[in-house]
C-alpha cells in the first residue's frame, strides 16, 4: 500500500511538473517577439543598407533571442517607399527607413530626415532631443498610429551626379533630377523636375535617360550604386544634407504590447545603431572618393555665387510651404528657434574654417 501511494505521489508530482514547465514554457513563448521589418535599403548597401540589417543581429544579442526583428530587402514584402501606410496598418509591424520618405502625406516630417542649410549631427540632436524637435515627431506619429525611433545618422552627403559639368545653377532648369526631401523643394523653385526614386531604381533611370542627373547620398553609398558608370561629375558640398537621419518605425499598437525592458532594448540597439552608422559614414568617404577618381570622377564643388542661389530658394520654399501649411510651420519655427539660440554656442565654441 505504501508503494502504490508512493508511485501515485511521483506520478501527481511528475503531472504537476509537467503542467507547470508547460506553463512556463506558454509564458516564455508569448514574451517572445517576433517582428517583420522592411528596409527602404538593401542590406549591401554600404552604411544605410549595412546598419539596417545589423540592427536584427543586435536586437537578437542583447535580447538574448527574446526579440527578433527579421530584416526584409526592400520590396520583399511592400513596396519600397510604402512603409507609412503599410505600417500604420499593422500589414508589417516595422520599416526601417527615413522620415523623408513620408512627406507626402505629411511635408513637416522632412524636418526630421535633413535640411538643407542644415546643422551638423551634433546640433542635429541636440534640438531633437531637447529642443522640441522630437515631442513634434513622436506627436505626428501618434496621430497615425505609429511609433518611430531615431535609428541612423549619417555624415554629409554629395549634392548631385550629371554627365556634363555645370557652370552655375541656372543651368540646372529644364533638368529631370532624382531628389530627395526638401532639397527638391528647392531644386523645382530653380526649374528642376524632380522625382522620388528608391535607391535600386536610381542607376536605371539614369542609364535609360528617364532622369538627366541624380543625388542620393555619400560617395561610398553611390559608389555602390554604379552612378559614377554614367555620370562623371560629383557635386559637393551637400548643401541639402549635411546631416542624415533614419528611423525604425513600428505599429504603435504592437509597440505597446511591449513590455518596459524590452521597448528599453529596442531604444538602446536603435540608439547605438546611430552612433555606428554616423562613424562608419565618416570612416569610409575618403577611401571611396579615392577609388572614385581612378574611375574617372571629377569632384565639383559649387560655388559660393550658386551656394547662395541654393540658400536664396530655400528661404522662398520655408516661407512658402510655412504660409500653407501649420504643422511644417509649427516644426520650423521650433528648429529656427532652437538655432538661434545654439548660435552663440556654434560661434565661439568651434574652430570655423
Not at 23 to 48: C, H, N, P, Y
Not at 210 to 238: C, R, W
Request: proline content about 3%; aromatic content about 12%.
Amino acid at each position: 500500500m505504501q508503494f502504490a501511494n508512493a508511485i501515485r505521489a511521483t506520478t501527481l508530482a511528475a503531472t504537476a511538473a509537467g503542467v507547470l514547465l508547460s506553463l512556463v514554457t506558454t509564458a516564455e513563448a508569448a514574451d517572445r517577439v517576433r517582428w517583420k521589418m522592411q528596409s527602404a535599403f538593401g542590406s549591401k548597401l554600404s552604411i544605410i543598407g549595412e546598419v539596417a540589417h545589423r540592427f536584427e543581429g543586435q536586437m537578437d544579442r542583447i535580447s538574448g533571442g527574446e526579440i527578433k526583428i527579421k530584416f526584409f530587402e526592400p520590396g520583399a514584402l511592400i513596396p519600397p517607399l510604402e512603409c507609412f501606410d503599410s505600417v500604420s496598418k499593422g500589414a508589417i509591424e516595422s520599416c526601417w527607413t527615413t522620415a523623408g520618405y513620408h512627406t507626402g502625406k505629411i511635408p513637416a516630417l522632412a524636418w526630421f530626415s535633413a535640411v538643407p542649410f542644415g546643422p551638423e549631427m551634433g546640433e542635429y540632436f541636440a534640438w531633437l532631443n531637447y529642443g522640441g524637435g522630437d515631442e513634434i515627431y513622436h506627436e505626428i506619429y501618434k496621430g497615425h498610429g505609429l511609433k518611430a525611433l531615431h535609428a541612423a545618422s549619417i555624415a554629409p552627403e554629395s549634392s548631385g551626379w550629371f554627365r556634363q559639368q555645370i557652370n552655375s545653377v541656372e543651368e540646372l532648369k529644364g533638368m529631370k533630377m532624382r531628389f530627395f526631401g526638401l532639397g527638391a523643394r528647392v531644386m523645382t523653385k530653380l526649374g528642376v523636375s524632380t522625382q522620388l526614386l528608391a535607391a535600386a531604381d536610381i542607376y536605371p533611370a539614369l542609364e535609360r535617360g528617364v532622369i538627366d542627373a541624380t543625388e542620393f547620398s555619400m560617395p561610398s553609398i553611390d559608389l555602390d550604386l554604379g552612378f559614377h558608370q554614367i555620370a562623371k561629375f560629383n557635386y559637393y558640398p551637400g548643401w541639402h544634407q549635411q546631416a542624415s537621419i533614419g528611423e525604425l518605425l513600428m505599429n504603435a499598437a504592437e509597440w505597446n504590447k511591449l513590455d518596459a525592458q524590452q521597448q528599453a532594448m529596442i531604444e538602446t540597439a536603435a540608439t547605438e545603431s546611430i552612433y555606428w552608422s554616423y562613424v562608419r559614414s565618416e570612416a569610409l568617404q575618403f577611401k571611396a572618393m579615392q577609388e572614385l577618381q581612378t574611375k574617372g570622377v571629377t569632384f565639383v564643388r559649387w560655388s559660393d555665387k550658386d551656394l547662395n542661389a541654393f540658400r536664396v530658394a530655400w528661404d522662398e520654399v520655408v516661407a512658402e510651404e510655412s504660409a500653407k501649411d501649420e504643422l511644417f510651420k509649427k516644426t520650423y519655427e521650433s528648429y529656427k528657434s532652437f538655432r538661434d539660440q545654439y548660435k552663440i554656442w556654434l560661434d565661439n565654441g568651434y574652430l570655423r574654417k
